[in-house]
T-cell receptor, first 115, second 109 residues
Framework: DSGVTQTPKHLITATGQRVTLRCSPRSGDLSVYWYQQSLDQGLQFLIQYYNGEERAKGNILERFSAQQFPDLHSELNLSSLELGDSALYFC??????????????FGPGTRLTVL | GQNIDQPTEMTATEGAIVQINCTYQTSGFNGLFWYQQHAGEAPTFLSYNVLDGLEEKGRFSSFLSRSKGYSYLLLKELQMKDSASYLCAVGDSNYQFIWGAGTKLIIKP
């Protein structure tokens, strides 16, 4: 158990819908990262937050947005869903945000299926 | 552009040794990570290298050459439970992690 929690574990929805994925980082970790992993693909970095502020942005679509709240939990919002958005979405947390060499601890992931 | 290359798949025999290579081209370098990921599960941290040389941790070792943009993960005394994907990731100068596509390691009895 990494100490990172994600809800829900599974999500099935239809095209055009909007969903929210939630992540609670390990106690004390200030950085939260979001990743997308499609079937048999590598991890695609989406976005990083550090202590409530956006720190780095990867290949995140405009239909996707995220935020980190004062209690450090984070939410990833996916809208106008398409079939291709079906994937495992991982959240990870690390202790700091100013250095990139902090080990990231991954949550169990949310499996999103868009029908 | 930024790029990380790893072999897509490797096969090895239980009890043997296997070396998984990773080459990278990134804007800046703030360390190289190796993660293990079993199918459908979250990646788990294996090792971190920021200086050249070999880091040993039990059956796993990781090597880094910054001048060559090269790293390898060495797994000894392979066990069936080592069947997994092994992900190489580099921290670049923009505070981003650049991830390789992963190497699927198949262990045969």
């Amino acid at each position: 158990d990494s100490g990172v929690t994600q809800t829900p574990k599974h999500l099935i929805t239809a095209t055009g819908q909007r969903v929210t994925l939630r992540c609670s980082p390990r106690s004390g970790d200030l950085s939260v990262y979001w990743y997308q992993q499609s079937l048999d693909q590598g991890l695609q970095f989406l976005i990083q937050y550090y202590n409530g502020e956006e720190r780095a942005k990867g290949n995140i679509l405009e239909r996707f947005s995220a935020q980190q709240f004062p209690d450090l939990h984070s939410e990833l919002n996916l809208s106008s869903l398409e079939l291709g958005d079906s994937a495992l979405y991982f959240c990870a947390s690390s202790a700091g945000g100013l250095e990139t060499y902090n080990e990231q601890f991954f949550g169990p992931g949310t499996r999103l299926t868009v029908l | 552009g930024q790029n990380i290359d790893q072999p897509t798949e490797m096969t090895a025999t239980e009890g043997a040794i296997v070396q998984i290579n990773c080459t990278y081209q990134t804007s800046g370098f703030n360390g190289l990570f190796w993660y293990q990921q079993h199918a459908g599960e979250a990646p788990t941290f294996l090792s971190y290298n920021v200086l050249d040389g070999l880091e040993e941790k039990g059956r796993f070792s990781s090597f880094l050459s910054r001048s060559k943009g090269y790293s390898y993960l060495l797994l000894k005394e392979l066990q069936m439970k080592d069947s997994a994907s092994y992900l190489c990731a580099v921290g670049d100068s923009n505070y981003q992690f650049i991830w390789g596509a992963g190497t699927k390691l198949i262990i045969k009895p």
